[in-house]
Nanobody
Framework: QLQLVESGGDSVQAGGSLRLSCAVSGFSRVRVWMAWFRQAPGKEREAVAAIAPRYGAKYYRESVKGRFTISQDTVKDTVHLQMNKLEPEDTGIYYC?????????????????WGQGTQVTVSA
């Protein structure tokens, strides 16, 4: 089981940038996916971006392509989400997640380990 701790959430104006970090601890022999999800009030949790740690492949939801970048620091065992050109629609709690089994990257049920979340608020 992995422990995930997010940081970097804040309140910004539209057009601004934030960098989220997810510190990973614990032991897991296999990590198929590391991902960021978000949940806005009254809405379902949705996948934002994912990275396959072993191969480095990256995937993004359509609405964040070209604005968000997911990356991993293997030395510090940290996953980052660089968010640029933020929009009010990006507001929500952002969660880091880890998948130890294979499955679709964009489905929450693929992931076994979750962080507590960090709040991102984007004002118009």
């Amino acid at each position: 089981q992995l422990q995930l701790v997010e940081s970097g959430g804040d309140s910004v104006q539209a057009g601004g940038s934030l960098r989220l970090s997810c510190a990973v601890s614990g032991f897991s022999r296999v990590r198929v996916w590391m991902a960021w999800f978000r949940q806005a009030p009254g809405k379902e949790r949705e996948a934002v971006a994912a990275i396959a740690p072993r191969y480095g492949a990256k995937y993004y939801r359509e609405s964040v392509k070209g604005r968000f970048t997911i990356s991993q620091d293997t030395v510090k065992d940290t996953v980052h989400l660089q968010m640029n050109k933020l929009e009010p629609e990006d507001t929500g709690i952002y969660y880091c997640a880890a998948a130890r089994d294979n499955g679709p990257w964009s489905l929450a049920r693929t992931y076994q380990d979750w962080g507590q979340g960090t709040q991102v608020t984007v004002s118009a």
